[in-house]
T-cell receptor, first 112, second 116 residues
Framework: KQEVTQIPAALSVPEGENLVLNCSFT??????LQWFRQDPGKGLTSLLLIQSSQREQTSGRLNASLDKSSGRSTLYIAASQPGDSATYLCAVVGPGYSTLTFGKGTMLLVSP | ETGVTQTPRHLVMGMTNKKSLKCEQH?????MYWYKQSAKKPLELMFV???????ENNSVPSRFSPECPNSSHLFLHLHTLQPEDSALYLCASSQVGATTSTDTQYFGPGTRLTVL
C-alpha cells in the first residue's frame, strides 16, 4: 500500500526566505506526483504536476523536483510571501484509476 | 458557476438524521471522486465514479451511500453517522483519458460535516 510522508508538518518563516518542502513515497510505481495548496476552509488547488518520466516542473516562484527511484520530491518556494501561507499537500497517482494518495501536508506560515 | 461546487458548505446533523451532500462539476469531466479529510490524517479516497459507474470503493462503511446520476453530479447520502465521521468532505473531478500521467483532479471547496 502506497504511503506518502511530508516533512516538516509545519513551517514558519519570515517573508523573503527561500524554503523547501519535502515529500516521500514508499512505492515508486507512480504515474505522476502532484503538489496542491489548501487554504483554510477551501478546497485544494493544483500547483504542479510532474509526470513519472520528468525530473522537475516550474511555475513562477515554485519548483518541484521528482526522484522516482528514491521515492522523493521537493517543492521549492523562492522569495516567500505572506500570501503563500497555506497547507501544501503532496499526492501521487499510482495504479488504480487515477486515484491520488495524499500526505498529511505541511502547514506553512510566512510572516511579514 | 465554474469549476467544482459543493453544497452545503457546512452541515450539523444528529446521529439519527439522514442528509445528502451534493457536488456539481462544470468542467465537462468524465470522472468524479469523494474524499474525506479528518484532522491530522491524510485525505482519504472514498469513492470513484467514471462515466457514472462506480469503479472504486475504498472499504467505506455502508452508512455512506454515493450516487452519480450523470457525469456532472455526485451525491453522498448520509445516514446513522457516528461522531467520528465529522470531517471535511471534498469532491473532485477529472478527465480520465488514454494516459493517466497528466491527469489532475479539480477539487470543490468541501462540506464541513459535524455529527453530534
Amino acid at each position: 500500500k502506497q504511503e506518502v510522508t511530508q516533512i516538516p508538518a509545519a513551517l514558519s518563516v519570515p517573508e523573503g526566505e527561500n524554503l523547501v518542502l519535502n515529500c516521500s513515497f514508499t512505492d515508486s510505481a507512480i504515474y505522476n506526483l502532484q503538489w496542491f495548496r489548501q487554504d483554510p476552509g477551501k478546497g485544494l488547488t493544483s500547483l504542479l504536476l510532474i509526470q513519472s518520466s520528468q525530473r522537475e516542473q516550474t511555475s513562477g516562484r515554485l519548483n518541484a523536483s521528482l526522484d522516482k527511484s528514491s521515492g522523493r520530491s521537493t517543492l521549492y518556494i523562492a522569495a516567500s510571501q505572506p500570501g503563500d501561507s497555506a497547507t501544501y499537500l503532496c499526492a501521487v497517482v499510482g495504479p488504480g484509476y487515477s486515484t491520488l494518495t495524499f500526505g498529511k501536508g505541511t502547514m506553512l506560515l510566512v510572516s511579514p | 458557476e465554474t469549476g467544482v461546487t459543493q453544497t452545503p458548505r457546512h452541515l450539523v446533523m444528529g446521529m439519527t438524521n439522514k442528509k445528502s451532500l451534493k457536488c456539481e462539476q462544470h468542467l465537462g469531466h468524465n470522472a468524479m471522486y469523494w474524499y474525506k479529510q479528518s484532522a491530522k490524517k491524510p485525505l482519504e479516497l472514498m469513492f470513484v465514479y467514471s462515466l457514472e459507474e462506480r469503479v472504486e470503493n475504498n472499504s467505506v462503511p455502508s452508512r455512506f451511500s454515493p450516487e452519480c446520476p450523470n457525469s456532472s453530479h455526485l451525491f453522498l447520502h448520509l445516514h446513522t453517522l457516528q461522531p467520528e465521521d465529522s470531517a471535511l468532505y471534498l469532491c473532485a473531478s477529472s478527465q480520465v483519458g488514454a494516459t493517466t500521467s497528466t491527469d489532475t483532479q479539480y477539487f470543490g471547496p468541501g462540506t464541513r460535516l459535524t455529527v453530534l
